[in-house]
């Protein structure tokens, strides 16, 4: 097993990529390592025509990949809008990959960020050395992108201030980026794109101006439809997490899984799910995301302190934690949960009891 703590998307599925360019007789979209229906198979999963296996990546609606992986292919930005944990960072990793055949071009925004991060920075011990040369110029993975022909990810892109969001004009509708120290300019080449995410439960985010919306095409990522789906993603994803972490996975995973995402949906919507109890909501947002960090601490705790099988009593103080943001609120939300709903029904004694002794 390598040393490294996570490998990026083209590394972990190097073999089921090189499959695809191998069988990919589609027509590719300059500088593409694959054509865009091999993108969206890579994404989504399925066969390749001499039976390698691909897996699933993001579950969920095909229209919607296929719009993200088409507009790629234009001269709009694709912008995955959603609530935190739909997935939007890992399907922008996955595009890159699929795509440029690397997702490691990616700028982080903050509040923080100043344009010499999104353009370019200077050495300063070579430019007091030797003035402003191209050896001086420290290029941004934005500026890397734009002249290998690659795509760039921009993590929260409206948690950057609007003036360095606008930094991003330029280079969208004018595929170049001035270097007026240099009287020079770098022009992209052909596959330069941009995937933007951005979550739109933030407080305190900074409105893409109008003229910077224009340029993106923007692709929302959804709660999960259903519970059936919601439960794969999960059980999927706890799965390869646990192999990541060499932490055997239970056989009872997926009853919990079950019970868990039953609490989720509950709590999220503000419905039991029969529809007859109404329940007040947490101010969290319970994201699939959040159940799948829940499950896999629950999986640590049983694997180095129960021998191996998974007991509520081993999830209940993630689940406590992913529910209760708010000390006061949310504990009296997830009471009134515990003892209107929980406290009665089948197969949930033990859930009930573990979540109980915590509070
Ligand atoms: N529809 C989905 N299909 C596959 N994985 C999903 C889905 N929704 C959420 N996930 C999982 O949730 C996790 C967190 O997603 P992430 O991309 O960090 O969320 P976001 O960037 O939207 O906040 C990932 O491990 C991803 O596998
Ligand atoms: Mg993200």
């Keep these: 097993m390598s040393d490294i703590l996570r490998q990026t998307a083209e590394v972990i599925y190097q073999a089921e990529l090189d499959a695809?360019?191998?069988?990919?007789?589609?027509?590719?979209?300059?500088?593409?390592?694959?054509?865009?229906?091999s993108v969206v198979k890579y994404l989504l999963g399925g066969k390749n025509a001499s039976g390698v296996t691909i897996t699933p990546k993001y579950i969920g609606n095909q229209r919607l990949i296929e719009t993200a992986v088409a507009t790629l292919a234009t001269d709009r930005a694709l912008l995955l809008l959603g609530v935190p944990?739909?997935?939007?960072?890992?399907?922008?990793?996955?595009?890159?990959?699929?795509i440029s055949g690397t997702s490691t071009q990616v700028i982080?925004?903050?509040?923080?960020?100043?344009?010499?991060?999104?353009?370019?920075?200077?050495?300063?011990?070579?430019?007091?050395?030797?003035?402003?040369?191209?050896?001086?110029?420290?290029?941004?993975?934005?500026?890397?992108?734009?002249?290998?022909?690659?795509?760039?990810?921009?993590?929260?892109?409206?948690?950057?201030?609007?003036?360095?969001?606008?930094?991003?004009?330029?280079?969208?509708?004018?595929?170049?980026?001035p270097i007026?120290?240099?009287?020079?300019?770098?022009?992209?080449?052909?596959?330069?794109?941009?995937?933007?995410?951005?979550?739109?439960?933030?407080?305190?985010?900074n409105e893409l101006s109008s003229a910077l919306k224009r340029r993106f095409n923007v692709v929302v990522l959804p709660l999960p439809d259903d519970m059936a789906q919601e439960v794969d993603i999960i059980n999927r994803r706890v799965g390869e997490m646990g192999n990541s972490l060499s932490l055997p996975v239970p056989a009872n995973i997926s009853d919990e899984i079950e019970k868990l995402v039953t609490i989720f949906r509950e709590l999220r919507s503000g419905n039991t799910l029969d529809g007859k109890i109404a329940l007040k909501v947490p101010s969290g947002n319970l994201s699939t995301a959040e159940a799948i960090a829940v499950m896999v601490g629950g999986l640590s705790?049983?694997?180095?302190?129960?021998?191996?099988?998974?007991?509520?009593?081993?999830?209940?103080?993630?689940?406590?934690?992913?529910?209760?943001?708010?000390?006061?609120?949310?504990?009296?939300?997830?009471?009134?949960?515990l003892e209107t709903v929980l406290k009665k029904r089948p197969g949930y004694s033990a859930w009930y009891q573990s979540i109980n002794e915590l509070l």
């Design 180 to 205: 007026p120290e240099l009287n020079d300019s770098v022009f992209a080449r052909r596959g330069f794109n941009i995937i933007a995410t951005a979550n739109n439960r933030d407080k305190g985010v």
């Design 108 to 177: 982080q925004c903050t509040a923080g960020t100043d344009e010499n991060q999104i353009r370019y920075g200077w050495n300063y011990a070579q430019l007091l050395a030797k003035g402003p040369t191209r050896e001086a110029l420290v290029p941004t993975p934005l500026f890397r992108a734009m002249e290998s022909g690659t795509i760039c990810r921009l993590e929260e892109l409206t948690r950057m201030g609007s003036d360095v969001q606008d930094t991003l004009i330029t280079v969208l509708s004018e595929k170049m980026l």
């Design 85 to 98: 944990g739909t997935a939007k960072s890992w399907v922008s990793e996955h595009l890159s990959a699929a």
């Design 20 to 37: 695809l360019k191998a069988e990919d007789s589609g027509q590719k979209p300059d500088n593409w390592h694959l054509s865009p229906r």
């Design 301 to 337: 705790q049983a694997a180095w302190f129960s021998e191996g099988k998974l007991e509520p009593a081993d999830i209940g103080s993630n689940l406590v934690g992913a529910i209760i943001k708010d000390p006061v609120q949310d504990r009296l939300v997830l009471e009134e949960y």
